[in-house]
């Protein structure tokens, strides 16, 4: 079903007076704090037993891939099973891995089992929750609500990775895992104390596997939702190429110490300024109209690195294409209309996957392109890539599918 954009502007204030949304909201936060610290702290270990820097990668992407298989097979689970249970007991799931990663002694290639094994569930719940924001918010709200979990989660991933370097120069690595597990547990506990109990929507039964497949084979087959989707996962792919290489970057251009990591701050910053302009003082008509130009906007600025800009000017442009992330705004509303009732849970949980999937791969593919021809211009090939699809994206409207 399409409707037209709202015209009404929804306030921040108003979407997070709904409890039950507040209460989805905050776990989430507690829960990407943890999988920040975790994904750094079993990096870092699986270094220090292997001395691998290979391993060390894999480690630290081991959580991304599967999940597209789990949203392929499992992502009908989103619609069929209380989601209550399904979110706490994600959560849960995750508590216990990461528990097992930081007492047990495991080899590494079955600690990087045991990730990749939670990764392919994880599509389940991130699904089940995107359902609960959809049936709980609507009109602008629901938008604003989509654009308050994805603010979290930039400033939740910083805390991460903070919380997480501490712990580990603290107290270790596996401790620095226990501390992980013990966040889980609290966004678990949370979400089976702050939800009320629900019913599924009675998504019909059969099996699993092929219920899977073929709502991902709807997903992806009809038009205007596959649009939709690539639209949402492709600048944020190409642009995490560029993020993954300012480490790189920056000790090429031999900058001071710790430059990089104000230079990789600067992105989620400019995202969150992004997300409340656009947010809070553009009316949901003129967002949707903005989606292109703002999706331009992350791409842009990165083609300057093909001229090997110093700090501050890197700053500035990093600072400048994270705002662009606001461009996702215009889109919300559309791909809820476009995705059937019966099938929401599996199509929040194929963006989802599909987001983290994407991400994952973007960096291989620009580092393998910086090996050849240098970091600034696997950066600026990044932000073409990007501008690219912005170009695409203005191609159609997503207002009116056809």
């Given at each position: 079903?399409?409707?037209?954009?709202?015209?009404?502007r929804?306030?921040y204030?108003?979407?997070?007076?709904?409890?039950?949304?507040r209460?989805?909201?905050?776990?989430?936060?507690?829960?990407i704090?943890?999988?920040?610290?975790?994904i750094?702290?079993?990096?870092?270990?699986?270094?220090?037993t292997?001395?691998?820097?290979?391993?060390?990668?894999?480690?630290?992407?081991?959580?991304?891939?599967?999940?597209?298989?789990g949203?392929?097979?499992?992502?009908?689970?989103?619609?069929?099973?209380?989601?209550?249970?399904?979110?706490?007991?994600?959560?849960?799931?995750?508590?216990?891995?990461?528990?097992?990663?930081a007492?047990?002694p495991?080899?590494?290639?079955?600690?990087?089992?045991?990730?990749?094994?939670?990764?392919?569930v994880?599509?389940v719940?991130?699904?089940?929750?995107?359902?609960?924001?959809?049936?709980?918010?609507?009109?602008?709200?629901?938008?604003?609500?989509?654009?308050?979990?994805?603010?979290?989660?930039?400033?939740?991933?910083?805390?991460?990775?903070?919380?997480?370097?501490?712990a580990?120069?603290?107290?270790?690595?596996?401790?620095?895992?226990?501390?992980?597990?013990?966040?889980?547990?609290?966004?678990?506990?949370?979400?089976?104390?702050?939800?009320p109990?629900?019913?599924?929507?009675?998504?019909?039964?059969?099996?699993?596997?092929?219920?899977?497949?073929?709502?991902?084979?709807?997903?992806?087959g009809?038009?205007?939702?596959?649009?939709?989707?690539?639209?949402?996962?492709?600048?944020?792919?190409?642009?995490?190429?560029?993020?993954?290489?300012?480490v790189a970057?920056?000790?090429?251009?031999?900058?001071?110490?710790?430059?990089?990591?104000?230079?990789?701050?600067?992105?989620?910053?400019?995202?969150?300024?992004?997300?409340?302009?656009?947010?809070?003082?553009?009316?949901?008509?003129?967002?949707?109209?903005?989606?292109?130009?703002?999706?331009?906007?992350?791409?842009?600025?990165l083609?300057?690195?093909?001229?090997?800009?110093?700090?501050?000017a890197?700053?500035?442009?990093?600072?400048?294409?994270?705002?662009?992330?606001?461009?996702?705004?215009?889109?919300?509303?559309?791909?809820?209309?476009?995705?059937?009732?019966?099938?929401?849970?599996?199509?929040f949980?194929?963006?989802?996957?599909?987001?983290?999937?994407?991400?994952?791969?973007?960096?291989?593919?620009?580092?393998?392109?910086a090996?050849?021809?240098?970091?600034g211009?696997?950066?600026?090939?990044?932000?073409?890539?990007?501008?690219?699809?912005?170009?695409?994206?203005?191609?159609?409207?997503?207002?009116?599918?056809?």
């Amino acid at each position: 079903m399409t409707t037209h954009a709202p015209t009404h502007r929804t306030t921040y204030r108003e979407v997070l007076a709904e409890p039950r949304f507040r209460v989805l909201f905050l776990a989430r936060s507690v829960a990407i704090t943890a999988d920040s610290l975790r994904i750094s702290a079993f990096s870092v270990l699986v270094f220090a037993t292997t001395a691998s820097p290979l391993l060390s990668a894999v480690a630290f992407g081991a959580g991304f891939l599967p999940q597209l298989f789990g949203s392929v097979l499992l992502g009908p689970l989103a619609d069929r099973l209380p989601p209550r249970a399904l979110i706490a007991g994600g959560y849960l799931l995750e508590a216990v891995a990461a528990l097992a990663l930081a007492s047990l002694p495991l080899s590494v290639a079955a600690d990087l089992a045991l990730v990749a094994l939670v990764a392919v569930v994880t599509p389940v719940f991130h699904g089940a929750s995107g359902r609960l924001v959809a049936r709980w918010l609507t009109g602008d709200a629901y938008v604003l609500g989509r654009s308050l979990n994805g603010m979290a989660s930039s400033v939740a991933q910083l805390a991460g990775l903070a919380v997480g370097g501490a712990a580990v120069a603290a107290l270790g690595t596996r401790q620095a895992l226990a501390v992980g597990a013990a966040l889980h547990l609290t966004a678990a506990v949370a979400v089976r104390l702050g939800l009320p109990r629900l019913d599924p929507d009675g998504a019909p039964a059969g099996s699993l596997a092929k219920a899977g497949l073929r709502g991902t084979a709807a997903l992806l087959g009809a038009r205007h939702p596959r649009r939709l989707l690539l639209a949402q996962w492709l600048p944020g792919a190409a642009t995490a190429g560029a993020e993954a290489l300012i480490v790189a970057y920056a000790g090429q251009r031999h900058f001071a110490p710790g430059t990089y990591a104000l230079l990789m701050a600067c992105l989620p910053a400019g995202m969150l300024v992004g997300a409340l302009v656009v947010g809070r003082l553009v009316r949901p008509p003129v967002r949707e109209r903005l989606v292109a130009p703002l999706a331009a906007v992350m791409g842009l600025p990165l083609l300057a690195f093909a001229a090997d800009p110093g700090a501050g000017a890197s700053a500035a442009l990093l600072l400048c294409a994270g705002t662009g992330f606001a461009y996702a705004l215009g889109l919300q509303r559309a791909f809820l209309d476009a995705v059937p009732d019966a099938n929401q849970g599996q199509a929040f949980g194929l963006l989802s996957s599909g987001t983290m999937t994407l991400q994952g791969l973007g960096p291989a593919c620009f580092g393998v392109l910086a090996t050849a021809a240098g970091t600034g211009a696997a950066m600026a090939a990044a932000g073409a890539a990007t501008l690219a699809t912005a170009c695409w994206i203005a191609t159609w409207h997503t207002a009116n599918p056809s």
